[in-house]
């Protein structure tokens, strides 16, 4: 990806970035502190840092998006993640999101299914020195089993409906946020377990648009 280096340009960028953001209503200010500190340049490929902080989706490659900002910051905000939970991320990507959660989290575990994006993902997180989270490559609709209960999951791609195991593995009393819809546009749901048995509750924070969750529980 990129080079690494952080200007005072970029700095500054960064400032009107958050700024903007606060400007469009995110209020959380752990979630704005931490978009302030990570510097989203270095998730970006190198033809893109001098757009990396405008409020808009990069392609990352491998047909993938960095999310825009505002769907970064809408999302964190909505899982209302503490210094104590245990994350999980389905569809670590550039590695972005992983890095906001990095920040707010005990621990974040992150899957991804493509191979290329989850190894760029881990070189920049290591550079940044994120010592608190774990990528693996595999089907994300599967979620982890392994380190499961989570207390917050983030799903970072478009889902037919909400996948079972995703469900199975988060604690009662958690939350998941995720987009559900069909191939084309989403609604971004904030879905809290109730009971043991499965029963959610349901609040949308309107519409999106994102690439697909694939997988055994996801799209085909």
Known sequence: MSD???????????????????????????VLSAMLKIPRHFFVPPEFIDEAYND??????????????????LMTEALNVENVHNVLEIGTGSGYQCAI??????????????????????????????SNVKVKIGDGTLGWPEYAPYDRIMVTAGAPKIPEPLLEQLVVDGIMVIPVG??????????TKVSEDGKVRVKSLGGCVFVKLRGEHGWR
């Open 101 to 130: 959660l990095a920040e707010l989290a005990k621990e974040v575990y992150s899957v991804e299914r493509i191979p290329e994006l989850a190894e760029r993902a881990i070189k920049v997180l290591d550079q940044l020195g994120y």
């Open 182 to 191: 069909d191939e084309y546009s989403q609604e971004l749901l904030v879905v």
């Open 4 to 30: 690494y280096t952080d200007t005072p340009e970029l700095k500054r960028r960064r400032e009107e970035l958050v700024n903007h953001l606060r400007g469009r209503g995110i209020k959380d200010e752990r």
């Open 56 to 73: 808009y989706p990069l392609p990352i490659g491998a047909g993938q998006t960095i999310s825009q900002p505002y769907i970064v910051a």
